[in-house]
């Protein structure tokens, strides 16, 4: 089970760190990777990373402004957004996979590669 939090209302040029919680598996050797869709848009993939393995990838849309991070003793990932934009205005999900490397996450669909989601968190950045 996955469970995303720390979604909300922010103006433009803030901060949020979104986390995600995950309890029933391997988390220090899996692939998690978080996700956005805003409305009327596909889900994208905005970053990944798999600890054990020190792979962190980010689509080049976000690079620079979001950080993917865990602390597997919590067993909890982390995406932390910087200067945030109203085009980041989406629900941002969690998902996990422990039997795969990180995909190019921003490649179309990425997203087929996970098998476990979370419910998604909404986040809102008002200009």
């Known amino acids: 089970q996955l469970q995303a939090s720390g979604g909300g209302l922010v103006q433009a040029g803030g901060s949020l760190r979104l986390s995600c919680t995950a309890s029933?598996?391997?988390?220090?050797?899996?692939?998690i990777g978080w996700f956005r869709q805003a409305p009327g848009k596909k889900r994208e993939g905005v970053a990944c990373i798999k600890s054990r393995d020190g792979i962190r990838d980010y689509a080049d849309s976000v690079q620079g402004r979001f950080t993917i991070s865990t602390d597997n003793a919590k067993n909890t990932a982390y995406l932390e957004i910087r200067n945030l934009k109203p085009e980041d205005t989406a629900v941002y999900y969690c998902?996990?996979?422990?039997?795969?490397?990180?995909?190019?996450?921003?490649?179309?669909?990425?997203?087929?590669?996970?098998?476990?989601w979370g419910q998604g968190t909404l986040v809102t950045v008002s200009s």
């Open positions: 029933g598996f391997t988390f220090d050797n899996a692939a």
């Open positions: 998902a996990l996979d422990e039997e795969i490397s990180c995909p190019l996450i921003e490649a179309p669909q990425s997203w087929r590669w996970f098998t476990s």
